[in-house]
Nanobody
């Protein structure tokens, strides 16, 4: 079992930045690939970014490439999503997820409860 708790969401103006954190407990964190997903009101959940267990491989959705950065600190059992140049269309609930391998689909075994990100224009 892996427990995931997201934090760092909030309200920010367009062009601003936020850093989301996802703290993991339970199964050894360093063995897990991690992903970030988001779901806007009335829309399906979509992939944002993913990172391998070592941090050596990362994946990004085209919509966030160049603006968002996923990283992890295995000593702190935490994965981060640095979000820069935020746009109103980035408004969503952001979820972190964990599984054995990094994936761009939603097929992750463990999920957090989500944190709200709102970008005002």
């Amino acid at each position: 079992q892996v427990q995931l708790v997201e934090s760092g969401g909030g309200l920010v103006q367009a062009g601003g930045s936020l850093r989301l954190s996802c703290a993991a407990s339970g199964r050894t964190f360093s063995r897990n690939a991690m992903g970030w997903f988001r779901q806007a009101p009335g829309k399906e959940r979509e992939f944002v970014a993913a990172i391998s267990w070592s941090g050596g491989t990362t994946y990004y959705a085209d919509s966030v490439k160049g603006r968002f950065t996923i990283s992890r600190d295995n000593a702190k059992n935490t994965v981060y999503l640095q979000m820069n140049s935020l746009k109103p269309e980035d408004t969503a609930v952001y979820y972190c997820a964990a599984d054995t391998f990094p994936k761009t689909n939603g097929d992750y075994a463990y999920w957090g409860q989500g944190t709200q990100v709102t970008v005002s224009s």
